[in-house]
């Protein structure tokens, strides 16, 4: 399984594009990458998924380069609301469960 | 889009006692559903693998005599601790895998917290 590496905790004003990236030097070809969102005390909720280059969705955007071993999620003009972890997974295609990382816990500050 | 419902959200019991947690896939079937523990301020920890109509697959280091799963329909997977200590409180979340336009997508319940007492 892929590891992925992201910061532990960010920090972001309200109305401030949010990009958080995650490292995954170990991407095997037919594995995509996944991003998930928690609040406290809740499940891990789906945000986005992509193989490669660009995913946009009414939630947030993820950008992956032509090697694949990293990936941003920008969350644009984050709110309160948007204070939360979020973890970046990498599964294989067919894979049977999902492996979370640290995750990155976002504060947006009003 | 797929629903998963956990029940219950939150449990407090005695040591010694046993608890069951249901997940249940609300619209759709899933063949496989897994289940995590969660500490405070830490990530998650997949427990098991269950599997519809056979045993569960525990991951290393859990006590499959502890936490039995069961997973006797489509739509129904249950965790049981069994004799639970305090070191067992934690937060429970299971999920479920389902098939859309031919990528599998997994959707988690709303989590349980069990306090053990």
């Known amino acids: 399984l892929a590891k992925t590496t992201q910061p532990i905790s960010m920090d972001s004003y309200e109305g401030q594009e949010v990009n958080i990236t995650c490292s995954h030097n170990?991407?095997?070809?037919?594995?995509?990458i996944t991003w998930y969102q928690q609040f406290p005390s809740q499940g891990p909720r789906f945000i986005i998924q992509?193989?490669?280059t660009k995913v946009t969705n009414e939630v947030a955007s993820l950008f992956i380069p032509a090697d694949r071993k990293s990936s941003t999620l920008s969350l644009p003009r984050v709110s309160l609301s948007d204070t939360a972890v979020y973890y970046c997974?990498?599964?294989?295609?067919?894979?049977?469960?999902?492996?979370f990382g640290t995750g990155t816990r976002l504060t947006v500050i009003p | 889009g797929a629903v998963v419902s956990q029940h219950p959200s939150r449990v407090i019991c005695k040591s010694g006692t046993s608890v069951k947690i249901e997940c249940r896939s609300l619209?759709?079937?899933?063949?496989?559903m897994f289940w995590y523990r969660q500490f405070p301020k830490q990530s998650l920890m997949l427990m098991a693998t269950?599997?519809?109509?056979?045993?569960?697959?525990?991951e290393q280091g859990v006590e499959k005599d502890k936490f039995l799963i069961n997973h006797a329909s489509l739509t129904l997977s249950t965790l049981t601790v069994t004799s639970a200590h305090p070191e067992d409180s934690s937060f429970y979340i299971c999920?479920?895998?389902?098939?859309?336009?031919?990528?599998?997508?997994?959707?988690f319940g709303s989590g349980t917290r069990l306090t053990v007492v």
């Open positions: 619209d759709f079937q899933a063949t496989t």
């Open positions: 992509g193989y490669k």
């Open positions: 269950s599997n519809e109509g056979s045993k569960a697959t525990y």
């Open positions: 170990n991407i095997a070809t037919n594995d995509y």
């Open positions: 999920s479920a895998r389902d098939l859309i336009g031919g990528k599998y997508g997994y959707t």
């Open positions: 997974l990498v599964v294989l295609t067919g894979a049977n469960n999902l492996f």
